[in-house]
Structures are given as structure tokens and as C-alpha cells.
């Protein structure tokens, strides 16, 4: 019997046509070799682990083993991007709002209005109804980006929300923005505490009293 022998490649190959002769048979049989058939490459986000400098800001420290998983990790990079932005942004305003004392809301005594430092129910309503709609808004769209993969792109990492109007995405800047993110929650908590136990303001330079 005499056959003839064809390699597939290492990935897809398409269905291979095999004449097979046989002794006795005026023509030879042909028969079909099954399509082989990789199965796709993980997404990226799959693949993430702690050490493997995938995420931006990775150097390796989980030394409570937390984000034993790629799934985990994934979950505990969300909630950290998510409270380092919101970091930044009020690691900006505090000390803007003792400054400039906007809608002269600052306490008696100088300090930016907090949970520790009262003041917040001066407020307008209209301001938190904005931030609440802000707030449930992109929310919304994380949440989308996390739990439906089919609205997001193979290379989704935690904290793409497709927002980026400068076009200015690079790891640089990824690694930037958690590092200063994460210098933010330090400085905010040191904020609050600092003007809860002294009774002081962080910045007493009121431009507008």
C-alpha cells in the first residue's frame, strides 16, 4: 500500500487531501484528514499575574498572596485604579477648595469641608446629584468592561474605560498614573487626618476669605 504523507503546521491547517492506493483498485481512494484546529490565544487580561509586569505599577509586592489568581488580580487592580483616580482628583481639590474657598464653604476655622471635619451638609444638592450621575456613569461603563467580555478588546486591562482624547496611552503614562494614584491615597488619608487632629487647615492661604 503506498501513501502519501503530509505535515500540518503548528497552528490552524486547513483539511489535507490524501490519495491513498490500494492494491487491487483501478483508481485510488481519496479520503479527508480532519481540520486541526488551535484553540485561540487567552486574552491578555488572562494572563496577568503578580511579577510579570503585564499591569503597569507591578513590582511584585503581594506578600498576603491576596491575587493568587489572574481573576482576583484582575478584581484588585479595578478597585485600586478606580480609588487612585479618585485620589488624585481630591488630592487636587482639597487643597484648591482652602485656597479659593469655592461657594465659601470651608469651615470656621479655615478647613476644607470632610466627614472629619463636618461642613458637608452646606453643600448644594445640586453638586451631589452631579457626582452621583458622573459617579454611576462610568461606573457603569467599568462594570461593562469587566463582566461583559464581549465589549471589550483582547488587550483589555483593568481601567481601560476607552477614554483617552489625547491620544496620550503609553505604559509611561499607565505606569504614571498608578504610581502617582497610589502617592495621592497616602497624601489624602494624611490629609483628612492631619486637619481632624490638629484642627487646622493643610493650607491656610485663603486667597478669597
Avoid: C
Avoid at 8 to 13: E, L, P, R
Avoid at 22 to 36: D, H, K, L, W
Avoid at 130 to 148: N, R, T
Amino acid at each position: 500500500m503506498l501513501s502519501t504523507a503530509v505535515l500540518s503546521s503548528a497552528f490552524t491547517a486547513p483539511a489535507l487531501v490524501v490519495p491513498i492506493v490500494r492494491a487491487g483498485t483501478a483508481a485510488p481512494i481519496v479520503s479527508m484528514v480532519a481540520e486541526v484546529e488551535m484553540p485561540p490565544p487567552p486574552a491578555l487580561i488572562q494572563t496577568i499575574e503578580v511579577g510579570n509586569s503585564v499591569l503597569a505599577g507591578d513590582v511584585g509586592f503581594d506578600p498576603l498572596q491576596l491575587a493568587d489568581n489572574s481573576e482576583k488580580l484582575a478584581w484588585y487592580r479595578e478597585a485600586e485604579i478606580k480609588h487612585a483616580r479618585l485620589a488624585m482628583l481630591a488630592a487636587f481639590g482639597w487643597p484648591a477648595s482652602e485656597i479659593f474657598n469655592f461657594g465659601k464653604l470651608l469651615t470656621n476655622d479655615g478647613r476644607a469641608p470632610s466627614l472629619l471635619n463636618g461642613g458637608l451638609g452646606e453643600v448644594n444638592l445640586v453638586y451631589w446629584a452631579g457626582v452621583a450621575a458622573l459617579a454611576v456613569y462610568w461606573e457603569s461603563i467599568g462594570l461593562d468592561k469587566q463582566y461583559l467580555a464581549g465589549t471589550r478588546p483582547k488587550d483589555y486591562l483593568p481601567g481601560m474605560l476607552g477614554f483617552d482624547p489625547l491620544g496620550a496611552d503609553s505604559p509611561g503614562m499607565r505606569n504614571a498614573e498608578i504610581v502617582n494614584g497610589r502617592v495621592a491615597m497616602v497624601a489624602i488619608t494624611a490629609f483628612a487626618l492631619e486637619e481632624a487632629l490638629t484642627k487646622a487647615p493643610i493650607f491656610p492661604l485663603n486667597l478669597f476669605h
